[in-house]
């Protein structure tokens, strides 16, 4: 018998969710608020975890088209400058993991991935903010603002890190402000001096800030973010803010001239406040009777581990594993939505505590940033590598 889904958000999750879950057989609905899908103009990191998954559905190809595939990550002290320790990329993580690490503009993904939902015929409805849901044993329902009542048999909270669909199905507030403030900008390499431009992604770590840089479009540009702690007063309401970058200039006071002229060298800058959740607690935040949350709306992380939008894809396969077994008459669908929140609550939450402390240990200083930088020196590589993440679920 067919059974419907119906998702709330058209970002990376909600997209990948419809995808694998459309491909599981099943009638997907998508309803996205904004009146286009779109992306912000940023760039995105992808661990051989994810790149896994996309190639698993069919999009190697794609992907190959608009990313970059670094051939190595280097840390440097943004202090001194000094190279602190290097992590091949390239062909070592294909070897290693069975994938590549590939950087990549997220409009490019966005844009594979709406490319791919649209050739497995899932409906696709812009201008829809979904307002409510209530669910039965045998139905979840949604409303849209403008009134009209949605029934299906999966509602995924695919809608973000300020996710009404998680509101509602848990009641528990708002996400939290760090007060970290990240500044973040797309630049072409070619307008860049050539000592300032790019193939690998380079981390500068300094006391409470750290600047990622790495290329995007096939190498063509460069995605820059610095990461700011502010007072906690700094913390935006909204999202995404233009901003001429001074506080990250302020900021670098104080750093090595290598940094100082890349991010001097760059005029357009975004502005976010970054926000998290703490690590999971248990499985029912991720999924409850007919409803299941994914991405951001279940464990939106800070950005220092580079897998966020990562989890919110594998959140999406797992989600076509267990609903294409949910076709099956004898399997109901709440007991494959606790299977699928089984399968992933742990994972997700390892995830977030790790990029708390990547936190910690990123903006260190004095002995611990001593203390840090010896240790990457020593051990480099064996501390880079992140097997039980990059070798997937
Ligand atoms: C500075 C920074 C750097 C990052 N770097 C990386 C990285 O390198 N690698 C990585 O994997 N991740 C990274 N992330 C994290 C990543 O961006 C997010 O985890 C990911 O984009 C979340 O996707 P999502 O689809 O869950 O949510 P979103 O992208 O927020 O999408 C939610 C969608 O739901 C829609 N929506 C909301 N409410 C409703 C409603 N009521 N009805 C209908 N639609 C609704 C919204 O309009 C939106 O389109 C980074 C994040 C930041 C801030």
């Known amino acids: 018998?067919?059974?419907?889904?119906?998702?709330?958000?058209?970002?990376?999750?909600g997209l990948a969710a419809a995808l694998a879950v459309a491909r599981a057989g099943w009638v997907v609905r998508l309803y996205e608020r904004a009146p286009l899908f779109s992306e912000v103009g940023a760039g995105i990191q992808l661990g051989p975890n994810v790149v896994k998954v996309l190639?698993?559905?069919?999009?190697?190809?794609?992907?190959?088209?608009?990313?970059?595939?670094?051939?190595?990550?280097?840390?440097?002290?943004?202090?001194?400058?000094?190279?602190?320790?290097?992590?091949?990329?390239?062909?070592?993580?294909?070897?290693?993991?069975?994938?590549?690490?590939?950087?990549?503009?997220?409009?490019?993904?966005?844009?594979?991935?709406?490319?791919?939902?649209?050739?497995?015929?899932?409906?696709?409805?812009?201008?829809?903010?979904?307002?409510?849901?209530?669910?039965?044993?045998?139905?979840?329902?949604?409303?849209?603002?403008?009134?009209?009542?949605?029934?299906?048999?999966?509602?995924?909270?695919?809608?973000?890190?300020?996710s009404p669909v998680r509101q509602w199905l848990l009641g528990d507030g708002q996400p939290r402000a760090t007060s970290h403030l990240a500044y973040r900008a797309l630049v072409r390499q070619a307008d860049l001096p050539e000592a300032l431009r790019s193939s690998q992604v380079t981390a500068w770590l300094g006391p409470q800030l750290h600047v990622v840089q790495y290329p995007v479009r096939g190498g063509d540009w460069l995605n820059v973010v610095g990461i700011v702690e502010g007072k906690s007063g700094d913390a935006l309401d909204g999202?995404?803010?233009?901003?001429?970058?001074?506080?990250?200039?302020?900021?670098?006071?104080?750093?090595c001239s290598p940094l100082q002229d890349l991010v001097h060298a760059i005029n357009h800058w975004r502005l976010w406040?970054?926000?998290?959740?703490?690590?999971?607690?248990?499985?029912?935040?991720?999924?409850?009777?007919?409803?299941?949350?994914?991405?951001?709306?279940?464990?939106?992380?800070?950005?220092y581990l580079a897998q966020g939008a990562g989890m919110a894809i594998e959140d999406a396969a797992e989600l076509g594993r267990v609903l294409v077994q949910a076709l099956d008459p004898a399997l109901?669908?709440?007991?494959?939505?606790?299977?699928?929140?089984?399968?992933?609550?742990?994972?997700?939450?390892?995830?977030?505590?790790?990029?708390?402390?990547?936190?910690?240990?990123?903006?260190?200083?004095?002995?611990?940033?001593?203390?840090?930088?010896?240790?990457?020196?020593?051990?480099?590589?064996?501390?880079?590598?992140?097997?039980?993440?990059?070798?997937?679920p």
């Open 55 to 162: 190639h698993g559905w069919g999009l190697a190809g794609a992907l190959a088209d608009v990313a970059a595939f670094p051939h190595q990550l280097e840390v440097r002290s943004a202090l001194s400058g000094e190279s602190l320790a290097r992590l091949p990329l390239g062909e070592a993580m294909v070897q290693r993991y069975g994938a590549a690490y590939a950087t990549v503009h997220r409009a490019d993904l966005h844009g594979l991935l709406l490319n791919a939902v649209q050739q497995a015929d899932v409906s696709l409805k812009l201008n829809h903010t979904l307002s409510q849901f209530t669910q039965t044993a045998d139905a979840v329902t949604v409303q849209t603002a403008d009134g009209a009542v949605i029934e299906g048999d999966v509602l995924v909270g695919a809608d973000g890190l300020w």
């Open 273 to 303: 406040a970054l926000c998290d959740r703490p690590p999971m607690q248990g499985a029912h935040q991720q999924a409850l009777g007919r409803v299941a949350l994914l991405g951001d709306a279940a464990h939106p992380m800070l950005p």
């Open 239 to 255: 999202w995404d803010h233009g901003t001429d970058a001074a506080g990250l200039r302020a900021a670098l006071a104080g750093t």
């Open 332 to 392: 109901d669908v709440p007991t494959m939505l606790n299977r699928y929140a089984l399968n992933r609550w742990e994972r997700n939450a390892r995830v977030q505590a790790r990029a708390i402390r990547n936190g910690e240990i990123f903006h260190a200083d004095g002995v611990v940033r001593w203390g840090r930088d010896a240790s990457l020196k020593l051990l480099g590589e064996r501390l880079l590598d992140v097997p039980w993440l990059y070798g997937g």
């Open 1 to 13: 018998m067919t059974k419907q889904a119906l998702i709330a958000g058209g970002g990376i999750g």
